[in-house]
């Protein structure tokens, strides 16, 4: 089975890379940082609070979480509900934020991450997919770009969405994130070193792809 894992910060495009990179090469794929939002969708739902691990490591036990194989995109059933948009809320997303620094969250989702790379070809896209859930991939690449940048792209996103978001508080956001994300003890962003850096704050969606693409097939052709 071939794994190519990509990691990066927020808003460096990773997901949207990921999705069409693997529809290209036919390869599945996962993000996993749908599988953080699931949880803490539910603990939204559930008026946990997510500021205790023991309170959150309880509710786990109420969790079902299941990747399935659909039309065009992964489907993420929690307790057999399909969730879309609603992980994608602003108060889910501070939560995920929280709750993934926690040991018994990581754990939980890593037998879910590598199960699913067992059987078929993926394409994994998250934080520590090169360095701790497939350290054995035969394709890592780490995705940046700067935080300006990034927050330029989230900025679009939701106005694309109709909102009227405002770029500065989003800017802070990202830092924020970012800071988080490479600071936590367990797990942390951080471009495993034979991971294959690609800065794309200067290139748009498509040289992206494309230069993804070329790496994979460089690599895959070496085997
Ligand atoms: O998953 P991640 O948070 O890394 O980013 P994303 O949600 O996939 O991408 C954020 C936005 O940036 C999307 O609207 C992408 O289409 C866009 N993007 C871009 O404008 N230029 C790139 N080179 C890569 C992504
Ligand atoms: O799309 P965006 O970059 O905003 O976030 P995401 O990739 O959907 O991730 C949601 C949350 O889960 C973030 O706070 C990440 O730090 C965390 N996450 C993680 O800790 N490990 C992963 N493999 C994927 C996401």
Redesign the pocket.
């Known amino acids: 089975m071939i794994s190519v894992a990509i990691d990066g910060p ?2 460096s495009g ?2 949207t890379v990921s999705k069409i990179v693997a529809q290209k090469l036919g390869f599945v794929h996962l ?4 599988l ?2 699931a949880i803490a969708y539910f603990i939204d739902k559930s008026d946990v609070d997510f500021s205790s691990e023991i309170d959150v490591k309880k509710c786990l036990k109420e969790i079902d979480l299941k990747v399935e194989k659909g039309a065009k995109e992964q489907k993420i059933l929690l307790n057999d509900k399909i969730l879309t948009t609603e992980l994608r809320s602003l108060n889910v ?1 501070k939560i ?2 929280k709750i ?1 620094s926690y040991k018994s969250v990581r754990d939980y989702l890593l037998e879910l991450q590598r199960s699913f790379a067992k059987t078929q070809n993926v394409v994994m896209d ?4 090169g360095t701790v ?1 497939l350290p054995d991939a035969l394709v890592k690449i780490f995705i940046t770009a700067s935080p300006e940048v990034r927050a330029k792209r989230r900025f679009e996103q939701i106005s694309g969405d109709g909102e009227k978001p405002d770029y500065e508080e989003i800017l802070t956001s990202i830092k924020k ?1 970012d800071y988080e ?1 490479t600071h936590r003890k367990i ?1 942390p ?1 951080k471009r495993a070193d034979d991971a294959i850096l690609v800065d794309n704050s200067d290139m748009d969606l498509n040289q992206t792809v494309e230069n993804v693409l070329d790496i994979i097939k460089e690599r895959t052709e070496k085997i």
Do not use: N, Q
């Open positions: 927020a808003g990773k997901s993000d996993t940082g749908a953080y939002r997303t995920a934020s993934a998250g934080r520590d997919i859930v994130r994300d797990a962003l």
